[in-house]
C-alpha cells in the first residue's frame, strides 16, 4: 500500500505556491481554540485555513459542521500518531525536514528573488532591441580620480546630446568601443543573456528614440541609445553556402564570388540536391561536410544582412537569394524555427542561466540590504574597529570582555565577536570573511523566524506535519491491513456479498449523420449489428471481385460480407466466388447468407459502427461502437436490445442511437469485486477505529468560536 504516499505526497506540492490564505483580522483574533482534542487544542486560523482550501479544490462550498466533524476525526487519528511516537521516529524526521525544506523556500528573500530574476528574464527574451552606445573605459578597480575622470567625460558627452549633437557622430568622435568607428557605436539587435545585466536592463528599461541614463559596468561608463524595438524572432536553425572573398576585397574580388554563387543559385533553383551542392562547392570548411549546417542563433548572433534574410524564410527547406555578407556571399537553407517557450519549460534552465550569470550577484548585494532594513541589523562599529585593529584574529589573541562584545544584532539578537571568530577562516580576505558572517547570519535568522514573518507558512509546516504523521498511521492501522489480510477481505466480501453486483450492459452503436437524407438505410442493422458500407452488387462470376468493388482494403479492418446466391448453385461458381472472396479480402467474415430461385448473386459489404463506416459513407461524420453501464440515471435505462432512438447534437447533426445486445446485471466474483470491497473494508475498518478514538480521547467543541467563524465565513 506504499503507493498511496506517492499520491499524497504531490498533492500536498501542488499547493505549494497557492498557499498564501488570508485571514480574517477578527477571526484571527479570537485567542480561544475552536476545538480540542484531549490536551491539543486546534485554533480558528488552521481550521480556517483548511477549509477553505478544501473548498477550493473541491470548487464548491460545504457546510461548516460537516467540515468539522472531518477535521476533528482528522485529528483524532494524528493524535493517535504522536501517541505511539510516530513523530520522533528517524524516518519521519527525515521525511520531514525533506519536505519543509522545499515548502520554505517560497518565502525565503533569496529564492524570491531568484523567481523575480527568473520571470524577468524570461519577460525580456519575449523582446529584442537595436541599440547603440557610447563608451568611456575605466577600470572597476580604477582609482578615484581616474573614475571621476572618465565620470566627468561621458557626463559631458551626453550633455553634448541632449543640446542636440548626432548620438552617431558624438560615437564616432568619443567611444573607446574600437568599433564605433565603423559602425556610429551601433550594436544591432540583441536579448536578454547577451549583454552585461546592468547594460541590458539600460536598455530594457529605455523607451525608443531615447538615451538611458550614464550606467556603469566592468568595462567602464556608458550610455545607451534604444532605436527600436521588436517582438523577439526566437531562435533559428540554417545551413549555408559560401563563397569567400578576402577581408579587403576589391570590387572585382565582390562580383567574382557573386557570380559564383549565382551559379549554383540556378542548379538549386533547377532542382540541384542541396547537400550535395553544399559538400561540393561552400568554401565555409567548418560546415561544408555536413551540408553547411550551422547551430541555432537568434537575434545578434549573425551580421546583420544574413539575419534579416534568415529570419524572413518561413517554411523549411525555403532557401534564399544570394546574399552579401562582410565574409563573402550566401545562400540560406531554413532547416527549423523555434519560439522562445513557456515560462514552465524554460523555468530550471533559466535559473541556471540567472545563478551564473552576474544578474544574481548585484542582487544578492539589494537582498541583503533589504534584510537589514526589515531585520533592525545594528552593527557595533566600535567592535568591527577592535577586528580590524588585531594583527592576528584567533581567539587566543582575545581577552574574554572582548570575545562577549556584540560584533552586530539582528532584532535584537546579539552576535558577538567570538561567534564570527569561530566561523573565520584565516586564509580568506578579512573583509570578505566578515561580510560573508553578516550574510550568513541574517539568511539563518530569516529562515529561523518565518513562522512569525508569515503565518501561513506556519500553517502549511503543520499541515505537513500532519499530513505524514496521517499517512504512517493510516499505514500502520488501516492500508497494511488491507493488503495483507487476504481472509478478512474474502470473509467481508461473502457478508457483504450482496451489494457487489454488475451494472447492467448494453452494446450501444452511435452513428452521426452530416447528411439526414441518408438515413433510411441504418435504421435497421443486419443481423442487428451490422451496416451498409456498399450498395448491393449483382456479382459477375466473368470479372474479378476487386474490379467490381472499389475499396482499400487493410490488414487492420476487418469486412462483413451479406450474400444471397442462387438455392441451386453450381459448385463451381461457388468455388469461383469464395476463391475470389478470400483472395480480395485479408480479412473478412460472411455474417449473412440467403438462398433465392433467382440465378443470380448479389454481394454487399458490411461493417459495424466504427471509423471504416464513417469513411466509405461521406453522409456519416462519424461512428463507433461502445459496451456501457446502464446507471440509474442513463438513458438507456428502459431501452430494451434492438432498439434505437435520435438525438441532436451540438453541432445539430442527427445522432442514431442502437441497442445491439444487452446484458444483464450479475453477481461479481472476489476477484471482480476486489477494487470496491477493498474501498468498502478500509472504510469499514477506519469507522471501527474512529469509535475506538473517540472512546479514547476526550473532544471538546467551543460552540461560541464556531458561531463565530461561521457569521464571519457567511459574511
Known amino acids: 500500500m506504499r503507493n498511496i504516499k506517492g499520491l499524497l505526497i504531490p498533492i500536498l506540492f501542488i499547493f505549494i505556491s497557492s498557499c498564501k490564505t488570508t485571514q480574517k483580522t477578527s477571526i484571527s483574533e479570537v485567542g480561544k481554540p475552536l476545538f480540542t482534542v484531549d490536551s491539543i487544542a486546534v485554533y480558528p486560523d488552521e481550521f480556517i485555513y483548511a477549509y477553505e482550501k478544501s473548498n477550493r479544490n473541491k470548487g464548491e462550498v460545504e457546510p461548516i459542521e460537516d467540515y468539522l466533524d472531518l477535521y476533528i476525526n482528522f485529528k483524532l487519528k494524528v493524535t493517535e500518531a504522536k501517541a505511539e511516537g510516530l513523530d520522533t521516529t528517524k524516518a ?115 523607451a525608443p528614440g531615447e538615451i538611458s541614463p550614464i550606467i556603469r559596468t566592468q568595462f567602464g561608463y556608458h550610455i545607451v541609445k534604444v532605436n527600436d524595438k521588436r517582438e523577439t524572432l526566437g531562435r533559428i536553425k540554417i545551413a549555408h553556402i559560401m563563397k569567400r572573398f578576402p577581408p579587403q576585397a576589391t570590387k572585382e574580388d565582390s562580383l567574382q564570388a557573386e557570380k559564383e554563387i549565382e551559379k549554383i543559385y540556378t542548379e538549386l533553383q533547377s532542382g540541384g540536391n542541396w547537400f550535395s551542392l553544399a559538400t561540393k562547392e561552400s568554401e565555409d570548411l567548418n560546415t561544408k561536410d555536413n551540408g553547411g549546417s550551422l547551430p541555432w542563433f537568434g537575434a545578434g ?98 581577552k574574554k570582555k572582548e570575545l562577549e562584545m556584540r560584533l552586530f544584532s539582528i532584532s535584537g539578537k546579539k552576535y558577538s565577536i567570538n561567534d564570527f571568530l569561530n566561523k573565520y577562516d584565516s586564509t580568506k580576505e578579512f573583509n570578505a570573511e566578515l561580510e560573508q558572517y553578516e550574510k550568513s547570519s541574517l539568511i539563518q535568522y530569516e529562515e529561523n523566524n518565518l513562522e512569525i514573518k508569515y503565518p501561513e507558512y506556519r500553517l502549511l509546516r503543520q499541515e505537513y506535519k500532519d499530513g505524514l504523521l496521517l499517512f504512517e498511521i493510516m499505514n500502520q492501522k488501516i492500508w497494511s491491513k488491507i493488503g495483507q489480510d487476504s481472509l478478512a477481505l474474502k470473509k467481508f466480501y461473502e457478508e457483504n456479498k450482496g451489494q457487489y453486483k454488475s451494472n447492467k450492459q448494453m452494446k450501444v452503436a452511435r452513428i452521426i449523420f452530416s447528411d439526414t437524407s441518408a438515413i433510411k438505410p441504418f435504421k435497421n442493422p443486419i443481423k442487428g449489428a451490422y451496416f451498409p458500407l456498399t450498395q448491393e452488387l449483382e456479382y459477375d462470376l466473368s470479372k474479378k471481385l476487386n474490379t467490381q468493388l472499389k475499396i482499400n482494403d487493410s490488414i487492420d479492418q476487418k469486412y462483413y460480407i451479406s450474400l444471397k446466391i442462387p438455392k441451386n448453385i453450381k459448385e463451381s461458381d461457388s468455388l469461383k466466388l469464395f476463391g475470389d472472396l478470400n483472395q480480395t479480402f485479408s480479412n473478412k467474415e460472411v455474417v449473412n447468407l440467403t438462398y433465392s430461385d433467382e440465378n443470380k ?78 474501498e468498502d473494508y478500509q472504510k469499514h475498518l477506519e469507522e471501527k477505529w474512529l469509535n475506538q478514538l473517540k472512546e479514547k480521547y476526550e473532544v471538546s467543541v467551543n460552540e461560541t468560536v464556531l458561531n463565530k467563524i461561521k457569521t464571519e465565513i457567511e459574511e
Not at 551580421?303 to 525555403?318: Q, R
Open 601 to 678: 448473386i448479389y454481394l454487399q459489404l458490411l461493417s459495424e459502427a466504427n471509423e471504416l463506416l464513417a469513411q466509405y459513407n461521406k453522409s456519416i461524420e462519424s461512428a463507433s461502437t461502445d459496451i456501457i453501464d446502464v446507471t440509474e440515471d442513463s438513458k438507456w435505462k428502459n431501452k430494451n436490445q434492438d432498439e434505437y432512438f435520435k438525438s441532436v447534437t451540438q453541432k445539430g447533426m442527427i445522432e442514431l442511437n442502437y441497442s445491439l445486445e444487452s446484458f444483464p446485471s450479475k453477481q461479481k466474483s472476489y476477484e471482480e469485486a476486489r477494487a470496491d470491497v477493498m
Open 92 to 206: 519521519y524526521l527525515n521525511e520531514l525536514n525533506g519536505y519543509l525544506e522545499e515548502i520554505k523556500k517560497p518565502y525565503l528573500t533569496t529564492e524570491k528573488v531568484n523567481k523575480e530574476l527568473v520571470k524577468e528574464a524570461y519577460d525580456r527574451l519575449q523582446q529584442e532591441i537595436n541599440a547603440s552606445h557610447i563608451l568611456i573605459r575605466v577600470d572597476k578597480e580604477a582609482k578615484a580620480d581616474d573614475t571621476l575622470k572618465a565620470f566627468q567625460k561621458i557626463s559631458e558627452i551626453k550633455e553634448k546630446y541632449e543640446s542636440g549633437e548626432s548620438f552617431e557622430a558624438l560615437a564616432r568622435q568619443y567611444s573607446e568601443d574600437p568599433s564605433a568607428q565603423s559602425n556610429n557605436g551601433l550594436l544591432g539587435w540583441f536579448t536578454a543573456f547577451q549583454m552585461v545585466y546592468p547594460f541590458e536592463s539600460a536598455a530594457f528599461e529605455t
Open 301 to 398: 548572433n549573425l551580421p546583420p544582412s544574413l539575419e534579416t534574410v534568415a529570419f524572413e524564410l518561413e517554411e523549411k527547406g525555403d532557401i534564399s537569394q544570394p546574399v552579401k555578407s562582410p565574409y563573402g556571399w550566401h545562400i540560406l537553407k531554413l532547416e527549423d524555427k523555434r519560439g522562445v517557450g513557456s515560462l514552465e519549460s524554460m523555468q530550471e534552465s533559466l535559473s541556471r542561466r540567472v545563478q551564473r550569470d552576474q544578474r544574481s550577484d548585484l542582487k544578492e548585494v539589494e537582498v541583503i540590504k533589504k534584510l537589514k532594513q526589515e531585520n533592525n541589523f545594528n552593527k557595533n562599529v566600535e567592535a568591527y574597529s577592535l577586528l580590524k585593529e588585531k594583527e592576528e584574529l584567533s581567539i587566543e589573541n582575545f
